[in-house]
């Protein structure tokens, strides 16, 4: 089973945190819309910045990472702290059955109590075709099982998605957003940005849109990759 975000052995991590102008926060009610087996996809989210990725090439497989049964294509994250909106796009591929039965179920969590989930896209890419992802597959909202266990309910949800007939070969490609913040942080924006995964990432980008105005404090953690600082617009 995949989740979001995945564990890592160490963490290195770019250190984001950015008090916002506004501390009001408007919370943002709802929940995903379904009809059956059939999910009901939006567009995404405006600002999101495309990236060049060829899924139908066959990439070397490395010895020592594909005991984990996929690699990820794509790790593609960004944040606009304007709008309060976040987008994240994932393409991975199956590299044997093992892969295909541990990690064939996207799985989001997200608190309807303040936050937005929209789905963009599921698309299975084989032999040069592009497959609905959410055509016969199961589509399911559930709360998590930690809360049972623990006996404190947060008011989480996950939503799975598991696609019909995957098979190793395979490179998935999905994208969702999820708008809203948590009042608890009263409007103030940080994140971290993971640099060492368990598992094969041969594209990863964290992409964060704010006003020129407001002022960023990053620091490094055992990584010397430094952001790259754009204009675009007025932002």
Wanted: net charge neutral; glycine share 8%.
């Amino acid at each position: 089973m995949v989740r979001f975000p995945p564990s890592v052995f160490w963490i290195s991590a770019l250190l984001l945190w950015l008090p916002k102008w506004s501390a009001d926060v408007v919370s943002a009610q709802g929940a995903i819309e379904s009809k059956g087996a059939t999910l009901v996809l939006k567009s995404r989210p405006e600002l999101v910045d495309d990236v060049s990725l060829n899924l139908e090439k066959p990439v070397d497989v490395i010895e020592n990472q594909s005991r984990e049964g996929f690699g990820y294509r794509l790790v593609d994250i960004q944040k606009n702290i304007e709008t309060d909106e976040a987008f994240f796009r994932y393409a991975y591929e199956f590299l044997s059955v093992a892969g295909v039965q541990d990690d064939a179920e996207i799985v989001i969590e997200y608190d309807p109590a303040y936050e937005t989930l929209q789905v963009h896209g599921v698309t299975i890419h084989r032999d040069g075709k592009k497959l609905d992802g959410t055509t016969g597959g199961l589509i399911r909202e559930v709360r998590p099982e930690d809360e049972f266990d623990s006996g404190l309910l947060y008011g989480h949800r996950k939503l799975l998605i598991i696609p019909a007939g995957i098979r190793p070969g395979d490179v998935m490609k999905y994208s969702y957003s999820v708008a809203g913040v948590n009042p608890y942080y009263q409007g103030k924006f940080f994140d971290e940005v993971e640099m060492n995964w368990e598992t094969r990432v041969l594209k990863n980008r964290y992409r964060l849109v704010k006003a020129p105005t407001k002022r960023l404090i990053s620091k490094n953690r055992n990584t010397k990759v430094q952001p790259i600082k754009r204009a675009f617009g007025d932002l």
